[in-house]
């Protein structure tokens, strides 16, 4: 679960890390009461969950009232579009915040390696921009070190950011700035932490410019604070999936999909493009055989407007095709899915699902042995994407 | 032979109280698994189906003999029993359970890493010698002893890739699932190495997906390492950036971590990629007959 900057930054304040004060608004008005109380010149961000925000528009800074309108008005209700071509993110939020003196502008952040397993801490004294751009024309530049498991202290935090070139009367505080940082990660089970631009004010403090910052979803149940924020879920099919339980990703297509098991189910979207079609979405219906769980599944894929057929990809293990089968007939029986399904059975008592199928004769039911037919099939119905 | 389970696999498992425990640490049993514990704190003395059970994995081991542990514990507590697992004295301990923070996971990774303990998973669907041993929850049914070892991230495709060399008429040495978490026990190198020592393996098929770069190590590791012949299977092609792919291991990072950069590294490598499960399996069939 990603944090927006300003949820972040409350987290970093939290463990005594400086970050600029400021407030949250949602409406062009409120924008502006707060800029009011906070003071010019204060910097309007938007707040997705996206990189890339200043490019697109997304930071602004206003040196009056008339300005911190203007600004918020242009950004609320933008749409931006990530560095890597996601989204685009809806701006439904600003951060308003007082302006800071920059005198310097650094990178750090401690993220998860996978590779390692470890945590590693990244320092440069070239912040402010893209640090994938820094690492690639000057990869001295960005100093990398492995956190040990053993521990992380001041000192050693205190040479990474010394070998990063950083300004000498800025090493202790950005050394303190650093184990904050990993302090944060340990302690709020963060798997990416990210200040870009770390900076030193004028008047010499190391304050937190920015935020992006990912938390681990499975440690929620510990941190209520944050288990509140995952709650809020933009996109309508995936809060109506989370309400029922169901692992959904939404996508751009037309061609609905449900699969059992997360590789499946990856690769039931790959195979459907092969096949020259485009996913709506991925949900892995696990072992959920009963026939709620399919209502709940076709309820939630049926619900997003661009899908015209459907693709039921299962194979059976421990979960056995003839319940399947059985759970497909009465959810027929309960929803109108209005659209041409595609079956494929194939596993534990597959034979068996296939014959409860057959004989139940449902209307706009089709079924393929292999799971390359099933994908050709419910490309050819669905049609090209709207 | 085979790898990490076989006939002298004594399982203990922990949870085997618990309704998703009995159910699969039974069926490994029936399996012809010598299941010799169940572990659960304060249930110490009861049994399941007249499996013993005990209060610490610790008492299996030196009451019972058990040198492997499943935990089929709840996410919260799974990680504090996986510890307790490599402190009892069991050489290899395998985690089912899915959902484990990853944090918790990083100490444990590394607890194990000091004790010299094998760990499998967690999140995964265990380990399965055909004809030997099944740990785990792998369905056995389409599974037959053979010459093909398997190592994935993935439940429901290994059993769709294996189904289907099931059906060319060949089987398996062993069926490994790593698991789809970002921290696992072994990664695709740990289990590459043990086929590559096992004479009963001829070929193996390795089953990636997006996240991580588990497999771009693997590509460099089979190319300096591996003399037998590798097929790769790699799912996401089509999934988004930044969007977890049910597996909280599988999504791209920003533009690293994609399926087509795994693919890339492995074929680089000489490793033949197949574009679907169905063909990954013919590509492993044919390879086999002309060994």
């Known amino acids: 679960m990603d944090l927006l900057e300003y949820q972040g930054k409350q987290l970093f304040a939290k463990h005594g890390l400086s970050v600029p004060s400021g407030e949250v608004a949602d409406t062009v008005d409120e924008a502006v009461a707060a800029a009011e109380r906070i003071g010019y010149p204060c910097a309007i961000k938007a707040q997705v969950l996206i990189g890339g925000r200043g490019k697109a528009g997304g930071i602004k800074i206003a040196q009056d009232a008339a300005e911190a309108r203007a600004h918020a008005d242009a950004i609320l209700g933008m749409d931006i579009v990530g560095p890597h071509g996601e989204g685009p993110f809806r701006v439904d939020q600003v951060w308003i915040e007082g302006g800071s003196d920059i005198a310097e502008e650094y990178y750090a952040s401690v993220i998860l390696d996978r590779g390692e397993k470890k945590l590693l801490a990244m320092v440069s004294a070239k912040g402010g921009m893209d640090i994938e751009a820094v690492a690639a024309e000057d990869p001295d530049a960005l100093v990398k070190r492995h956190i040990e498991p053993s521990g992380f202290d001041v000192a050693a935090a205190r040479s990474i950011v010394a070998d990063a070139g950083l300004a000498e009367d800025a090493l202790d505080e950005a050394a303190e700035a650093l184990v904050k940082l990993a302090e944060v990660a340990r302690e709020e089970d963060a798997t990416l932490i990210e200040v870009n631009p770390l900076i030193v004010t004028a ?19 510990r941190h209520q604070d944050l288990a509140e924020i995952a709650d809020t879920v933009d996109d309508p099919q995936e809060q109506m999936a989370k309400e029922k339980g169901l692992t959904y990703v939404k996508l751009d297509g037309n061609v609905g999909i449900l699969a059992n098991g997360a590789g499946l189910c990856m690769s039931t979207l790959d195979v459907v493009a092969q096949a020259g079609g485009a996913p709506a979405n991925f949900l892995d219906a696990g072992g959920g055989s009963k026939a709620e769980a399919i209502v709940n599944a076709l309820e939630v894929i049926k619900s997003d407007a661009k899908v015209t057929a459907i693709l039921f990809n299962i194979f059976g293990g421990i979960t056995r095709c003839d319940e399947i089968a059985n759970g497909i007939v009465t959810a027929s029986q309960q929803i109108d899915l209005g659209m041409p399904l595609v079956v494929r059975l194939d596993g534990t008592n597959s034979e068996e699902g296939l014959r409860i199928l057959a004989e139940a004769d449902l209307p706009n039911l089709h079924q393929e042995k292999t799971m390359l037919d099933a994908a050709r099939r419910v490309v050819e119905l669905a049609g090209s994407a709207a | 032979m085979s790898i990490i389970v076989d006939e002298g696999t004594k399982l203990a498992v922990s949870g085997l109280t618990g309704r998703e425990g009995s159910f699969h640490g039974l069926r490994n049993k029936a399996y012809g698994t010598d299941l010799v514990a169940g572990v659960t704190p304060g249930k110490g003395g009861q049994d399941v189906e007249g499996v013993p059970v005990f209060d610490t994995i610790k008492e299996a081991v030196t009451e019972a003999g058990a040198n492997t542990s499943m935990i ?146 693997a590509a460099e590791f089979i190319a300096s390492e591996v003399s037998k012949p590798v097929v790769a299977y790699i799912a996401g092609f089509t999934a988004p950036p930044g969007k977890q792919m049910g597996h909280a291991g599988a999504i791209i990072s920003g533009s690293s971590g994609t399926a087509q950069a795994k693919k890339d590294a492995l074929e680089a490598k000489g490793v033949r990629v197949g574009e679907s499960p169905t063909e990954t399996a013919q590509i492993a069939a044919e390879m086999l007959r002309s060994l």
Do not use: H
């Open chain 2, 72 to 217: 089929f514990v709840p996410a919260r507590f799974a990680a504090a029993a996986i510890d307790e697992a490599i402190d009892s004295g069991v050489e290899t301990v395998i985690a089912i359970t899915e959902g484990i923070p990853v944090l918790d996971m990083l100490r444990t990774y590394w607890k194990a890493v000091e004790a010299g303990v094998r760990l499998i998973g967690p999140n995964c669907p265990g380990v399965l010698s055909p004809g030997k041993a099944n740990v785990g929850i792998i369905p056995a049914q389409f599974f037959d002893p053979g010459p093909i070892g398997v190592v994935s991230k993935s439940g429901t495709l290994t059993y769709q890739i294996g189904n289907e060399l099931k059906q060319a008429g060949t089987g398996n040495s062993s069926i490994v699932g790593i698991g789809g978490d970002p921290i696992v026990g072994s990664d695709f190198i740990d289990i590459l190495k043990l086929y590559e020592a096992d004479p009963d393996t001829e070929l193996i098929v390795m089953v990636g997906e997006i996240g991580g770069d588990a497999e771009e190590r």
């Open chain 1, 203 to 221: 008047g010499r403090e190391v304050v937190a410019l920015d935020s992006k910052v990912t938390i681990d979803g499975n440690a929620l149940f």
